[in-house]
């Protein structure tokens, strides 16, 4: 299944936006133009339906409350739709839709102005209903975060609670030990990768990994072999790489000495290799050298020939767009005050 449509009011920095998307989906634009806050309308979503710790209430919460993801320029509230689809070519079987506002008196917490689900084209939800006008309360809480009252669309929430954010910071990866903070499981910015990587059954583990060492050793020549072991001491989880250029049997190195682009690389790839619903990447350009970025776009395709995730990558990079492959439609482009799509060529002639 793949988000085919995008319609947002009043999301942070977007007034109005109505946006076809595609299997793969580049973000481009200057910085604070919205590329995370265009991310982070799916995160939303998937805090939402969370199935630990998830809901309305704790999605806002998280962001800092409605102030915070109402859009300053205007009166309005936001509202977020999603077109959803088996793939590109198949028609929109699934609609959701939502509106948020906060309550204007006691403990002014965030609701629904409206909830509405489609399928196949009509209306299945449609909300404030007339339980929800003789218990106002009820609308604290979306009916997609409630599994009592979501059985008819049960096949949107399992869409959106496997929708996967990735910004790999290398720092709170090879740390992960010593910080010993808080794991953030549900987007692995560090700790939270290695706890992934361990959860998988291990013929998966295997032949993930073995897929990625064939990929790494394009970018790092020198790296033969890649494991994942679990600290017989502390019983961490851990990648180990076999380095061919050091002496025998000293070759053995854990994550903690990887460099920040053979970390990034792997938790790129990894995720790639995991998702089947959407991926979310946040600048993987990001400590690679411009040969290995060139390569991710025909990367990102390939593994979605057999698993199809829908991906979404915000970019900086000129690089990570020059493959002949991108279409116009798979850019789309923001500007702070604007947002339209442009062919490929247009921006590089924009950029310069
Ligand atoms: N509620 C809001 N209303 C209006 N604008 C907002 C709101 N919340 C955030 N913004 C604006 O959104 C911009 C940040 O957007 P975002 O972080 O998505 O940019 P970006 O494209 O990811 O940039 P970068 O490339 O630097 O990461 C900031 O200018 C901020 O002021
Ligand atoms: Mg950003």
Redesign the pocket.
Known sequence: MMIKRLKVKN???FRELDVPLRERQF?V????????????IFRFLRDIVKAEGGGLQKAVKDRGGV????????RQYPEIEIHLADNAESPETWRYAIGIKQQPRGYRQPFLTHERVWKDGKQILNRPDADDAEDQQRLTQTFLEQINVNANFRDIVHFLQNITYLHLVPQLLRFADSIQGRVVEDDPFGQGFLERIATVQERTRRSRLQKIEQALKIAVPQLEQLVFIRDEITGRPHLQALYSHWRPNVGLQREDQFSDGTLRLLGLLWSLLESDSVLLL??PELSLNAGIVSQLAPFISRMQRSRRPQVFV?T?SDALLTEKGIDGGEVLL?T?AMLFRLKFSNILALKS
């Not at 634009?29 to 982070?40: E, I, M, P």
């Not at 102030?67 to 205007?74: G, V």
């Open positions: 999301w942070r920095n973000v634009g200057a910085n604070a133009s919205g590329k995370s806050n265009l991310l982070d102030s915070k993801i109402r859009c300053l320029a205007a946040e600048e915000s900086h923001l702070p």
